[in-house]
């Protein structure tokens, strides 16, 4: 059986650890950077605490776990560090059942960091469980915090609030005065609830505010994007509609995605349909590439077709169909070497890189190497070692024992020269050595080598002395 006294130092090294880690989560209230000494707060003063009336205080409240054990060890909640680790686990425990009686708790703190820690855990659960009571609470010790520090805090708690009662905390907006921070936190917190539940009616309240003195257009554009995604969800023929009428370039490329996507959500037809029918070309694009993206590993056939009918709109480096290969690869190999077989020229190359990637990761790269050398056509081959090359820039041994099988000695230097483009500025001086060994007998090497040196002197260049050195 494990002892009590194992179960009250895991409690209190659980307790630390998980307020350290709750702490750095983005969704927890912003300090500011104070110190200490700058924050008032009513602490106890005494470097020790009495067991006894310290349990008395709290016997009601507290777990009868950690009852037994204050009474069981009495000396350990004599020690101020002792019992402030006690006190935060006794905080923690009682977050779950009574976020208002765990803030009571933070009073009987008596060290400064233990406390604030803790209380910035108190604050970001209890404005999650009951952002109302959350708020009261901190409207009435709001003289106990620096300003900075109080409203990270009460913006916080707004936000909690708009996100599950936005009706309820745009109130609160219309009773803060313009430019205080806590108006931006409600409007972000109610762009998420009314978002999800109510967009229509976030539309409509966020043209009532947007003429107020402290809206900035960034705010409001945060807020529409926020409502327009939810919208999307509910109406997506109206919402495609609204989009593609809006004047901003870039507000058009970041709700295009997700709205694409509510397109796949019911078929592939549907969202290459959707794309098609899009008149900005530049919009079409960013929708294109993000549907390739997140769609190709859920119709990699299809989208090896959408591939090739849309080069126009691809980066020119054929990115979708590297995409979709690679994601046909992984779950249908022999698939994915039968639509290699058809294609020819540059695509044909983009293939078998993305082929060629998806074995080195299955097999290793020896594997690969070894499933590259067993292909027939020796264009096949060619293109295989070379692809390999590419993805074995980390290792410039292996990328030269790739480019040493590639028999036809344009594509090796052109191979070599496009690593040579791309590669970490350091490994430029590894290929340098590799070629003056003459291990590539067949690479045009002052085609190369002059490559190698304009890139060295773009990324290191002359360094110069100063004048008084």
Not at 66 to 79: D, K, N, R
Not at 149 to 160: D, I, T
Not at 316 to 345: H, M, N, V
Not at 454 to 460: A, F, K, N
Request: net charge negative.
């Amino acid at each position: 059986m494990v002892s009590s006294k194992l179960i009250l130092c895991l409690l209190s090294a659980c307790s630390i650890s998980f307020v350290a880690g709750y702490l750095f989560k983005p969704s927890s209230p912003p300090t500011a950077k104070t110190s200490t000494s700058q924050i008032a707060h009513p602490i106890v003063q005494s470097p020790t605490v009495e067991n006894e009336s310290f349990l008395n205080d709290f016997e009601d409240q507290l777990p009868a776990s950690f009852i037994e054990l204050a009474e069981e060890f009495p000396e350990l909640v004599l020690s101020q560090l002792q019992y402030n680790q006690l006190l935060q686990g006794m905080t923690i425990e009682l977050l779950k059942t009574d976020p208002a009686a765990a803030a009571d708790l933070l009073d009987r703190f008596t060290d400064e960091n233990t406390l604030l820690g803790t209380q910035e855990l108190v604050i970001s659960i209890w404005s999650e469980e009951d952002p109302e009571q959350a708020i009261k609470w901190l409207e009435e010790r709001k003289a106990l915090y620096g300003e900075e520090r109080y409203q990270g805090y009460y913006s916080y708690a707004l936000n909690s609030l708009a996100m599950v009662e936005p009706d309820r905390a745009v109130q609160y907006f219309e009773a803060l005065e313009p430019g205080d921070p806590a108006r931006l936190a409600i409007m972000q917190g109610v762009s998420q609830g009314w978002g999800q539940s109510d967009p229509v009616t976030g539309f409509q309240w966020l043209e009532q505010i947007e003429s107020q003195p402290d809206i900035e257009p960034y705010m409001v554009t945060q807020v529409y994007s926020d409502l327009m995604m939810g919208y999307m969800h509910l109406h997506r023929e109206e919402a495609a509609a609204t989009i593609a009428e809006l004047e901003s370039t870039q507000l058009k490329a970041e709700l295009i995605k997700p709205l694409v996507l509510k397109y796949a959500d019911s078929g592939f037809g549907d969202a290459a349909t959707f794309i098609q029918n899009l008149e900005d070309p530049d919009i079409q694009r960013v929708a294109a590439a993000h549907f390739v993206e997140i769609n190709a590993a859920r119709y990699p056939s299809e989208m090896i077709d959408f591939a090739i009918n849309n080069m126009d709109l691809d980066t020119g480096k054929q990115d979708f169909l590297k995409q979709a290969f690679l994601s046909l690869s992984y779950t249908d190999f022999d698939q994915a070497i039968q639509q290699y077989d058809r294609l020819e020229g540059q695509s044909k190359d983009a293939a078998m890189e993305a082929i060629a990637l998806s074995m080195s990761h299955m097999k290793g790269p020896d594997g690969a190497a070894h499933w590259v050398a067993s292909l027939n056509d020796q264009q096949d081959r060619d293109t295989g070692f070379a692809a390999l090359a590419m993805n074995a820039s980390y290792d410039t041994t292996k990328m030269f024992n790739s480019l040493s099988q590639i028999q036809d000695s344009k594509k090796q230097t052109a191979t070599l020269k496009a690593i040579v483009a791309q590669i970490q500025p350091h490994k430029l001086f590894d290929i340098q050595r590799m070629l003056q060994s003459g291990n590539l007998a067949g690479v045009e090497s002052n085609q190369v080598i002059e490559d190698i040196n304009t890139r060295i002197s773009d990324e290191y260049g002359d360094l110069l002395l100063p004048s008084g050195a």
